[in-house]
């Protein structure tokens, strides 16, 4: 037992508190009053509480409404469209059409809105319109609008037609360093082409006329094909790889990285890239080829990755430490095809490797290549003899 001193009514009780009761005194009559019941007093006896701690309690569960939540079939109804044009439901899912379009990295892998939701509750559309990445999302969309009603005004059409000609210039400049690297035109002819198009009457004003400048238009437009290919990437479901190598002038060898894909049933084939590995054994040609992808942007579509086309060479099609069986550590549905080119050249040369007419003229004709490609000297020979013979 403990007593709490308290005034109730009059100074001179004093209140005892019993656990689980509460008990009255009298001081001047000594009497002892019936015990209240504690619902009529704040203070209250909880088992295991601690001074200066909340003490937990136990909430009544409503087993019926748990029942009925879990019963429960919930729809979407289309008043919740009301004021807002964003949400779409196509009988199954929801989905916000504007972060769908204008949403941007961590809002496209976090709300499930992009994808769609099939969480029908108003307070999850509540969240999602007061999210912070559809805010962001809504403001890219009214920043996407203000441009196009700016482009209708008056000032935007007197900029555009007095950069007109700078625009033209522009055009002209790109089209030329294209034709030049398109046809393995040395880009020193970059300034008298420029010259040439002057004196046709061609404006092309007195900037960017040197080979710099052409290196970095080259370069931009390089930039664009790669984003191209990017996207051509990211719209079709599936891509395959195929990979070639070869020597260039200097001896050295480069590999070319095509990429072939399926867009709406056409099958399109795109060049990726061409580069120099440390050497050709498969490990170097790994990470040749993850060093590629790496930089053209592709790295998160090799999970659509489904076939990898190359040569017969053991570097490439070796069984256990090939470049096709590396890859399948890491992507296991992709599949390895021997190209039908190499594998029809290797049935011709199987088809007459015992014909000794083909052996000779195979060695005589091997034997002119490189007579000719390891000798300045005799190339230059071959060309006066060709200039006597056909003079």
């Known amino acids: 037992m403990c007593e709490v001193e308290a005034t109730r009514g009059s100074p001179n009780e004093t209140f005892v508190w019993f656990p689980g009761s509460l008990t009255t005194t009298h001081s001047r009559q000594g009497t002892r009053e019936p015990r209240e019941s504690m619902a009529s007093w704040p203070i209250k006896f909880t088992p295991g509480s601690k001074p200066g701690q909340a003490s937990k309690r136990k909430r009544d569960v409503d087993n019926s409404k748990l029942k009925y939540e879990k019963q429960r079939k919930r729809e979407f109804k289309e008043d919740w469209k009301e004021g807002r044009e964003w949400l779409q439901f196509d009988g199954e899912k ?17 709300q499930n809105f992009v994808t769609g939701s099939v969480n029908f509750r108003y307070s999850g559309i509540i ?12 403001e890219r969309f009214y920043a996407k609008e203000n441009v196009r009603e700016n482009k209708q005004s008056e000032a935007h059409k007197a900029i555009v037609s007095m950069d007109q000609s700078i625009r033209q210039s522009l055009e002209t400049k790109f089209r030329n360093i294209h034709a030049l690297v398109k046809y393995n035109r040395p880009i020193s002819d970059f300034t008298w082409l420029n010259a040439l198009d002057q004196r046709k009457g061609l404006e092309h004003g007195t900037t960017y006329n040197n080979r710099w400048a052409a290196t970095a238009f080259l370069e931009c437009i390089s930039e664009t094909v790669k984003s191209e290919v990017v996207g051509t990437v990211q719209n079709s479901q599936f891509f395959s790889i195929t990979m070639d190598g070869s020597t260039d002038s200097g001896t050295i060898e480069q590999e070319t990285l095509f990429i072939r894909c ?56 070796g069984r256990h430490n090939g470049l096709v069986s590396l890859l399948k550590r890491d992507y296991v549905e992709m599949l390895g095809v021997h190209c039908l080119a190499h594998r029809l050249e290797l049935a011709h040369k199987d088809a007459l490797k015992d014909d000794r007419q083909y052996v000779q003229l195979s060695t005589l004709l091997l034997g002119l290549y490189y007579f000719y490609k390891n000798s300045a000297k005799q190339r230059k020979n071959l060309r006066d003899c060709m200039k006597v013979r056909y003079m």
């Open 94 to 110: 929801m989905t916000c059409n504007l972060c769908q379009v204008h949403g941007m990295g961590e809002c496209r892998n976090v």
């Open 262 to 317: 399926c867009v709406h049933g056409k099958i399109e084939l795109k060049f990726l890239c061409i580069g120099e590995p440390r050497s050709t054994c498969a490990l170097d040609l790994l990470e040749f080829v993850k060093e590629k992808i790496e930089e053209n942007k592709l790295a998160d579509q090799m999970h659509k990755l489904v076939g990898f086309g190359c040569d017969g060479a053991s570097n490439m099609l």
């Open 127 to 138: 969240d999602h319109e007061n999210s912070r990445f559809h805010r962001q999302a809504v």
